[in-house]
């Protein structure tokens, strides 16, 4: 019984030592935080979408507050958002290009062909754990919306073909597409970049288009169009962003419509080269 009280009071007494010390270092060492930051994020959108930057709206107020950011980076809020921040701070605004979603993929499937018809759990994500999903294309969009269930926003919906369809207002460039596309098609961008190539298989030649009729068979003729703009590499044009890029020239003899300009409705214009593609129904299947 000795020993057992002994151990006791033992423990009891480096708990009250160790706690002292936590107290000790939290009144020494302890900042306090400005005020500013509740209220900062308080004329936040609460959206926590990551697009200026940072994980969320309280690491983004705490930016604004030291100066590290600036209210226009918010490219969800609305601009009298953005306003009642810079006038509460007593900072400029500033400024923040809207960065949206972008689909390399442009194969649906009136154009596309399957070589497989997956029956299973109805979403991308699982269609792409049995052989790639059976989409000829072993790069392309599958068409099953796990990027239209992902997004929080109703940015996202899926087209008459089973592509996916980013409204460029409602996109807050969160990356949740990204992430849930198993095939790795999304990507975000500045909504300035409307120069776009809509397609990610890396294959060359026109056998391509038996799998696709829009595939890009890197035929190079963008490249030759867009000197320095455009470079042809690892079998798929590379847009240059760094330059200036608002042209539509590189697409004007594009044979598949594979590098389009997207307009801010989300439509993509081809060049008057491209094949045209009326059909809205399946794909019919390759004849043996």
Known sequence: MFLILVAIATTGGLMFLLASLLIAANRKLYVPEDPRIDVVEGLLPAANCGACGVPGCRQFAEALVSGAAAPGQCTVSSDAGRARIARFLGVDVGAGEKRVARLACAGGFNVARNRARYEGIPTCGGAALVAGGGKSC??????????????????????????PIVDEILCTACGDCVDACPKDLFSVHPISHRLWVACANPELGDDLLADCEVACTACGRCERDGPGLITIQAGLPVVDYGRHHATKVPIERCPTGAIVWLDPSGVAEKGPAATKIIRLGARPEAST
């Open 138 to 163: 072993s790069w392309g969009c599958l068409g099953l919306g796990d990027c239209d269930v992902a997004c929080d926003f109703d940015a996202i919906s899926m087209s008459a073909v089973g592509l």
